[in-house]
Every structure is written in structure tokens, then in C-alpha cells.
């Protein structure tokens, strides 16, 4: 029999992508809905489901899934930090992601948020659309040269080292469960504070855990450069909002590029154009001219949309085996 899985939170892309590599037949049905306790309920009758960054997979969903007979949870992302893993253990829930589907589509992205701000391409773009061609405020720097600061240097902060590298950039790296034989020539592993202290531009690429919750904070801020570039394509709430604000209000933040926020789950994915934004933190981010923000789309490449897609389908199809691989499973 073929399984059945309701993919929620499914856009057309989604469903183009994973339609064209459905080779096995498994019975796809696309909801719009983000999953949650108030959506779950959409879940009865299929045997798994897919799910996206801002489902919440939390232990009341778990149970709710449970009790509908649903075994498996494929996430067709990398981070997992939406999924509450103990209460899937608890009720012998399956779970599985696309651990490394393209960690250039990420590191890339990371590297044009650090090129638009530094080279005011965003401004720039508006001015020479109303023929304005002056370059009052659009003076940039050399990145060559400059020390770049990575945090977390898994697959998608190695790729964005090798990119910063190719610029003559100096690489500080903090990670604390990597070694330096692990990194790639030339850059040094340093504690998270001699990162902060020496970069003029620090990239988050660490997964969201209790100790990475606002690793990015009043006081981590202050230990940095003034005028430093904070960048984060990793998840939203690694940074606290607030105090970055402050940040870029005293000018010890020069420039902050954000592919993910910490309550994006209600604006990101969705047209809210015909509407206004009631988040006002959000909203404040948005009135600086040096902040760039990205609904995000880090991920979001042909190639990895196929590999997202390909890896999904067949964790699936190896679940309903019995032989789903340990390395995509969480
Ligand atoms: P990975 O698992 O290969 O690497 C994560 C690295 O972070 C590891 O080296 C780990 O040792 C390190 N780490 C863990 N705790 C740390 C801490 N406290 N301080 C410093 N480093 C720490 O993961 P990958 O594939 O590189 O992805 C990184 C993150 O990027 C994901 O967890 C996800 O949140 C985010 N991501 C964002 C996407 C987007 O579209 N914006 C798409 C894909 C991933």
C-alpha cells in the first residue's frame, strides 16, 4: 500500500518539486496551514507527515499525531529545533530532515547580505530608479583584509569560510565541538568572546539549541566592535531583537543582514502586502537604512529544492521499508 503524508505549510514550489521526483507514488496532499495544535485535527488519515521551519511540532502535536496513527514526522529542512524530540521518543514518533541538502544555497546568501550592505546595493538600487545617481551615504569598505567572525562551523559556516577566505578575509571561528584540524587552512579557532572582540563582521551558522537561545545579546553586543555587521541566516531567535535595536539605535551595530527573526512564523511565506505589520520590533528593524532583511529565502535554490525534495521522498519511502539511514534521522 502507498503511504499517504499531508505535507503542511506547502507552497506551489513545494508541491512542483516533490511532484517531479514522487517516483515511488506516494500519495502527496498539500495544505496551506502551518501545523499546529489548532491544524493537527487535517493530519487524520495519512500514515506521515511533512513538514517546514515554522510548523510547531510540540508535545501536544505529538500526541494529537500519535493518536491519528501517525508514525513519522519528515521535516523538509535541516534545523529541527520545532520539533519537541523527547515527547517523539515518548510516543516512538519517527522523525527525520534533509540534513544537508545544499549548505552553498545558504552560505551564498549569507555572502550576498554582506556585499548588499556593505556596498549599499539596496539604496543604490532605489536611487538609480528615480535617476538620482549621487553617492552621498553610499561609501562602502574593502572586505579584503577584514576579520570575519563564524559561529558554528558545520557544513553551511564551512562553505561561508571558504567564500570569506576567496575576499582575503581573516577567518575567527567559534565552535565548540569542532577542532581546529577540522577547519580549513587558515582560520583560527577562538572562544565565542575573542570573536566578538576582533570581527568587524560576525555570521551565525549554529543551530538553535537552549544554550545558542540569544547567544546574540546586551551584553555579548557590547563585546563587540563598534560598527560591527551582524548577520544571520541561521534562526531568528539566536539573536535577541530588542537589544540589537538598541544596537543599531547607539550605532554599535553598523549593519545587521537577517535571513530569519525570532517571531517570523506569523509574517514569513505569505503575501501581507494588503495588510500592516502588528509586530513592532519587526516593524522598527524595517525603518533602518542599513539593516537588509530576507523573508527567509537562504535555502531557497534550484538545487536545493531538489535535493530537499529527493531526500524527503526517500526518507519516506525507506520509513515504510524499515529502512530509513541514522544520518537523517534526529
Ligand atoms: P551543521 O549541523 O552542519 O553545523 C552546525 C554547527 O554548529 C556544528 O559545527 C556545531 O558544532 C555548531 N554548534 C553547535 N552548538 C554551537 C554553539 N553553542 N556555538 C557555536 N557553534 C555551535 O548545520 P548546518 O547545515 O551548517 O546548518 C546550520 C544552521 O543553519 C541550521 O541549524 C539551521 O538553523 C540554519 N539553516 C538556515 C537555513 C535558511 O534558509 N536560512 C537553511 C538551512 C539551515
Known sequence: MNIKVKVFSSKLYDEEFFNRFNDKKLILEYLPYRLNEQTVGLAEGAQAVCCFVNDVIDSTVIRALKEQGISLVALRCAGFNNVDLEAAK?????????????????????????????????????????????????????????????IGAGKIGKAFINIMQGFGCEVLVADPFVKQAELPNGCSLVSNSALFEQCNIVSLHCPLTPETHHLINEQTIQNMQPGVMLINTSRGALVDTAAV??????????????????????????????????????????????????????????????????????????????????????
Open 245 to 330: 535595536i538598541k544596537a543599531l539605535k547607539s550605532r554599535h551595530i553598523g549593519y545587521l543582514g537577517i535571513d530569519v527573526y525570532e517571531e517570523e512564523a506569523d509574517l514569513f511565506f505569505e503575501d501581507l502586502s494588503n495588510t500592516f505589520i502588528e509586530d513592532d520590533i519587526f516593524a522598527r528593524l524595517q525603518t533602518f537604512p542599513n539593516v537588509v532583511i530576507t523573508g527567509h529565502q537562504a535555502f531557497f535554490t534550484k538545487e536545493a529544492m531538489q535535493r530537499i525534495a529527493e531526500v524527503t521522498l526517500d526518507n519516506i519511502n525507506n520509513y515504510s521499508l524499515g529502512k530509513i539511514d541514522d544520518m537523517y534521522c534526529v
Open 90 to 150: 515518548t510516543h516512538g514518533i519517527t522523525v527525520c530532515r534533509v540534513p544537508d541538502y545544499s549548505p552553498f544555497a545558504v552560505a551564498e546568501h549569507a555572502v550576498a547580505l554582506i556585499l548588499d550592505l556593505n556596498r549599499n546595493i539596496h539604496r543604490a538600487y532605489n536611487r538609480v530608479r528615480e535617476n538620482d545617481y549621487s553617492l552621498k551615504g553610499l561609501m562602502g569598505f574593502d572586505l579584503y583584509g577584514k576579520k570575519v567572525g563564524v
